[in-house]
């Protein structure tokens, strides 16, 4: 039987950086213990005493929710890929005989963290981080909104109209409540039907950095949060938006705000747009589309971007996650970049 030997680990670590491990400038980049006061306070609101076995170490445990985020895993999954993947052990700082959380030792953590409503908190601290190491919100804004599907609850029709209501149907037992989605709604995009959330943002122009998150249900219509996106931080009065978030109501907002809009031009049966309005579309669209990069970024690692979880609060921690996720990895991008 072959004995692998520390240089053997070693070489194959280093033939991962050869080819190219992403998760190597996040960790070089990221000050980890930035994060941890607020995530001590959390689990320790949770946990409401000291007694009992100390458990693992909670940035250990939050670096793993971002592993998680990056590449969408579910927790049973994530815990093989721990044990099985040498990028993800040293990401974590794992060695072959380190103790692996299992996967309700992360499901617990997350729940602390959507309980505790942490996730705002931990996303405000490191948009904090980047305006102190020079990556201050610039050049304008781009506002947006991506579906972030979850699995379709298989409802009678009766139960779906009480749900809609706002009414929790009274036959169900207590585990079929835990097990139901009651705030996930349909929506329609380009003729298909979606069954999930909504993840709306705001990016800035510059950096391509979500400044501003908000989770909303699918069927939400993209412009009824379009304010509270937006953010006043950057540097630029300049606010992209495709044309569902045109309106004579958010074109007077944002000038009675000191904005200027490029928000855009949507054309009609009864109306079609002219030349000069398309070639107006045209120039807002290269800033515009650059969020798109956000939505495809997190889509490329992760893949088909399917929601586990139940209910709204759930939704809002593991959305907030991904997009704290993708901060931290375009922010090691952005600092190996400028030196």
Do not use: C
Not at 51 to 67: C, E, Q, R, S
Not at 158 to 185: C, F, V
Not at 237 to 249: K, T
């Amino acid at each position: 039987m072959i004995q692998l030997g520390f240089l053997d680990f070693d070489s194959r670590l280093h033939r991962i950086d050869k080819a190219g491990d992403p998760l190597t400038k996040i960790n070089e980049t990221i000050d980890w213990e930035l994060f941890r006061p607020t995530l001590e306070r959390a689990r320790m609101k949770e946990k409401k005493s000291n007694a009992g076995a100390k458990g693992f170490d909670v940035v250990l445990l939050f670096k793993i929710l971002v592993l998680q985020s990056l590449y969408n895993l579910s927790d049973e999954s994530m815990e093989f890929q721990i044990l099985d993947r040498y990028s993800f052990s040293r990401f974590l700082g794992f060695h072959a005989a380190s103790k692996v959380p299992d996967a309700t030792t992360i499901w617990r953590f997350r729940e602390d963290l959507a309980k505790s409503g942490t996730i705002e908190t931990l996303f405000s601290q490191f948009d904090q981080f980047l305006h102190d190491h020079g990556f201050r919100a610039q050049k304008g804004q781009i506002i947006d909104a991506s579906i972030v599907r979850v699995p379709v609850q298989r409802n009678s029709r009766e139960e779906n109209k009480q749900i809609k209501d706002g009414e929790q149907p009274e036959a169900w037992s207590e585990s079929k409540q835990r097990q139901k989605d009651i705030n996930a709604r349909w929506t329609k995009k380009n003729g298909k039907s979606f069954y999930g959330y909504k993840n709306h943002i705001s990016v800035d122009a510059k950096h391509k950095l979500i400044r501003n998150f908000s989770v909303t249900s699918a069927e939400v219509h993209d412009s009824r949060v379009f304010s509270e996106l937006l953010d006043s931080g950057n540097t630029s009065r300049d606010v992209w938006a495709d044309s569902a978030y045109r309106s004579q109501e958010h074109i007077e907002d944002l000038q009675e705000a000191g904005y200027r809009e490029h928000l855009q031009r949507k054309g009609s049966r009864n109306r079609k747009l002219t030349e000069w309005e398309k070639q107006g579309n045209r120039t807002r669209s290269k800033i515009r589309s650059r969020v798109e990069h956000i939505f495809g970024v997190q889509t490329q690692r992760a893949g088909n971007l399917i929601l586990r979880g139940v209910g709204i609060v759930r939704a809002k921690v593991k959305i907030g996650l991904r997009n704290l996720a993708y901060n931290l990895d375009r922010y090691g991008t952005l600092a190996l970049a400028h030196g």
